[in-house]
T-cell receptor, first 112, second 119 residues
Framework: RKEVEQDPGPFNVPEGATVAFNCTYS??????FFWYRQDCRKEPKLLMS?????NEDGRFTAQLNRASQYISLLIRDSKLSDSATYLC?????????????WGLGTSLAVNP | DTEVTQTPKHLVMGMTNKKSLKCEQH?????MYWYKQKAKKPPELMFV???????INESVPSRFSPECPNSSLLNLHLHALQPEDSALYLC??????????????????FGQGTRLTVV
């Protein structure tokens, strides 16, 4: 089983749609969770950290379910500019360091 | 706008060349990273420096040699690369947490990357 798994997509949705991505992780000792966004041929950029209580930033809502070991990202009222790859990132302690494990990413295309 | 600056943005080098990638950040972060990213893959960790000391080397071949001259700069020296080393090389930085005995925090900020082609 992969440490972090995401549906690669692509998700093709019309403008204004609501779309949700899930990400599952295998290490129950994982401590921190993030969603990054990466545009084609650009660097990844932090979209949201994911907290146990869930968090919302405008049209974006992230949730964490530790019992089932998954995190989710909900995008409401999709815009054309939301088209990108969304990467799920999980961190846990490895000896005296923390390691980041990246999912393969979910591709989103928002169509006019 | 990124606060992590990488140079050059593009690099083409022969297999016998020696070149260096540079990364600079002025956010006061004490952890800096090199990642390699191939097309349609997530970033793959290469090296981590924590408080200017090499903290993680993910079994990277010796033809890649990192250097951290000070807390703001990170270099990656390249020598005798292979065509399969062609990729986007990303530098990142984050806060570090020495007080807790853990070298690294995990929210990382990335530079725009150097797109490397080895011919």
């Amino acid at each position: 089983r992969k440490e972090v798994e995401q549906d690669p997509g692509p998700f093709n949705v019309p403008e204004g749609a609501t779309v949700a991505f899930n990400c599952t992780y295998s290490n129950s000792a994982s401590q921190s969770f993030f969603w990054y966004r990466q545009d084609c041929r650009k660097e990844p950029k932090l979209l949201m950290s994911v907290y146990s209580s869930g968090n919302e930033d405008g049209r974006f809502t992230a949730q964490l379910n530790r019992a089932s070991q998954y995190i989710s990202l909900l995008i409401r009222d999709s815009k054309l500019s939301d088209s990108a790859t969304y990467l799920c990132v999980v961190s846990f302690n490895a000896g005296n360091n923390r390691k980041l494990i990246w999912g393969l990413g979910t591709s989103l295309a928002v169509n006019p | 706008d990124t606060e992590v600056t990488q140079t050059p943005k593009h690099l083409v080098m022969g297999m016998t060349n020696k070149k260096s990638l540079k990364c600079e950040q002025h956010m006061g972060h004490r952890a800096m990273y090199w990642y390699k990213q191939k097309a349609k893959k997530p970033p793959e960790l290469m090296f981590v420096y924590s408080y200017e000391k090499l903290s993680i080397n993910e079994s990277v071949p010796s033809r890649f040699s990192p250097e951290c001259p000070n807390s703001s700069l990170l270099n990656l020296h390249l020598h005798a690369l292979q065509p399969e080393d062609s990729a986007l090389y990303l530098c990142a930085s984050s806060q570090a947490d020495r007080a807790k005995g853990l070298g690294l925090n995990t929210e990382a900020f990335f530079g725009q990357g150097t797109r490397l082609t080895v011919v």
